[in-house]
């Protein structure tokens, strides 16, 4: 069974990892593009509304989704039930975005942002009727179609989103884009599902699943309103002109990380529901997923955080110079995010979803007064008091996960210093690299990206990093069986 687990859990990895790399890097592209054709300002504006169309797919999703994935024996009664009371709901959020839309655009003083919020309420509708097949792919551990699809709706809707800003659309090439990608997933999951919908519905099957959906549906709340608080408040106290310039930042720093965090947590939280009732498999896994997404994080956290400059110049051009700074110290702030998502995942497999939402309320209430105490000193302070929080709620999540499965936070730490103190060292060459005189800054670039790939690799080497190690060797034996393949 442990041997079964590993290799559908690798599958799937890889075909979620393969799938984002295509879909992250079309939007990164099309990011790109529409970045050096567009303002600052017209980012702020969709960044405005995040917060608020965040919370209504939270409240569509209503915690069921993760319901079902936790649930042992799921009936087509507990599918269907949950699928027309996300419909239901979806159309709820949705219309009370559309009435909200005069007080939103009242609070930001933003006149465009009444008839933005409108149309961006749309993809709460059209969410509610393909979130469910989704849920079936990923109980399943089925991501292959999952990272097809994204990728297919990623570059027509990017192709859209191109075509309208060239075409002198501005904010709104932002927003249709954003309809399009989430229009076409739907009508391609439902061209590629098998699962199709009966009339069965019962409150019972939901009652069932309330207890746990609730919990989670309450930490989603918090999680998506105290996430994107710091949007409503740069977007309230400062501009959308900054707003703009920290939203553009922050897609940065989260393209990395998240790149390889989320495919894994998304992966996880199905694998670990599997592994519940044996704690010392669980041990097994969480050490090895963490020390994986440590030898990959770390790195590419430095490693940006040093390069911002020339990254910034080069791909964005002078206008977004004021980012860089915002840049750097996220960074930080994602240091530690892999780590924090999969203890949250191991919590959520267990059933502790209790567990979970104290330690959300925890953490959001430290963001408050984060918030509170570091406004009057500028975004910049803002970002620092963030990175304390990222320390903080780490810390707390890892400690109580960790006590469950006896994986204690000392144990766990252990395990990730080294890969910390790599990547360090790989940063200190590469920041070295930059004071080099350079004739531009695409030289200096494409000069400090691979001298710190070649030194880390040199590095992990050298230190016998177990995670490497592994992945060093798998590699080599995957290229030996080609050899051999092709030799026969």
């Known amino acids: ?176 884009m954003q309809i399009s990608s989430t229009l076409l997933t739907t009508a391609f999951v439902w061209l590629r599902s098998a699962w199709r919908p009966a009339w069965l519905f019962s409150f019972k099957s939901l009652r069932d699943m309330f207890g746990f959906g609730s919990r989670l549906l309450a930490s989603a709340l918090l999680i998506h309103i105290f996430g994107n608080l710091y949007l409503l408040v740069i977007g309230k106290l400062f501009s959308a002109r900054d707003l703009g310039f920290y939203t553009r930042a922050k897609s940065l720093e989260e393209l990395p990380s998240r790149f390889f965090s989320w495919d894994v947590g998304l992966v996880t939280f199905p694998v670990f529901s599997t592994m519940q009732d044996d704690p010392a498999q669980l041990k097994r896994a969480i050490k090895k997923i963490l020390t994986f997404l440590a030898l990959v994080n770390f790195p590419l956290m430095i490693g940006l955080a040093i390069t911002a400059r020339p990254l910034v110049l080069v791909l964005l051009t002078e206008k977004w110079t004021e980012c860089i700074p915002y840049l750097q110290l996220l960074c930080g702030v994602e240091l530690l995010f892999p780590d924090l998502l999969i203890n949250q995942n191991l919590l959520q497999a267990l059933g502790r979803s209790d567990l979970f939402l104290r330690l959300e309320i925890i953490n959001k209430t430290l963001v408050v007064m984060n918030i509170a105490i570091t406004w009057q000193w500028g975004i910049s302070a803002m970002i620092c008091g963030m990175i304390v929080l990222s320390i903080t709620s780490c810390y707390l999540t890892s400690y109580y996960s960790g006590i469950l499965i006896g994986y204690p936070i000392r144990e766990q730490l252990g395990d990730l210093v080294p890969y910390l103190f790599t990547a360090l060292l790989m940063g200190l060459a590469v920041f070295a690299t930059g004071l080099l005189q350079f004739p531009n800054y695409w030289v200096m670039l494409l000069g400090q990206i691979p001298i710190g790939i070649v030194i880390y690799i040199c590095l992990c080497r050298m230190f016998r990093l177990p995670a490497f190690l592994e992945i060093w060797q798998e590699g080599w034996n995957k290229l030996s069986f080609l050899r051999s393949k092709m030799a026969g």
């Open 1 to 176: 069974m442990a041997g079964y687990l590993k290799s559908k859990t690798i599958h799937a990895l890889s075909w979620s990892f393969l799938g984002n790399i295509g879909g992250y890097g079309v939007r990164f592209v099309i990011g790109i593009v529409l970045a050096r054709l567009l303002f600052p300002e017209d980012f702020g504006l969709i960044g405005m509304l995040t917060i608020f169309i965040s919370v209504a797919q939270s409240l569509m999703d209503s915690g069921f989704y993760s319901a079902l994935i936790q649930k042992r024996e799921v009936t087509q009664v507990d599918i269907c039930s949950v699928f027309y009371f996300n419909i239901v709901v979806g159309m709820v959020a949705a219309g009370l975005l559309c009435l909200s839309a005069p007080w939103i655009a009242a609070f930001y003083n933003q006149p465009i942002l009444e008839s933005l919020t409108r149309v961006l309420s749309l993809t709460i509708v059209i969410n509610s009727f393909g979130s469910i097949h989704f849920t079936i792919f990923t109980k399943q551990i089925n991501f292959k179609i999952q990272a097809k699809l994204g990728l297919l709706a990623s570059v027509m809707s990017g192709i859209i989103g191109f075509a309208l800003a060239t075409s002198g659309f501005g904010v709104w090439s932002l927003a249709i």
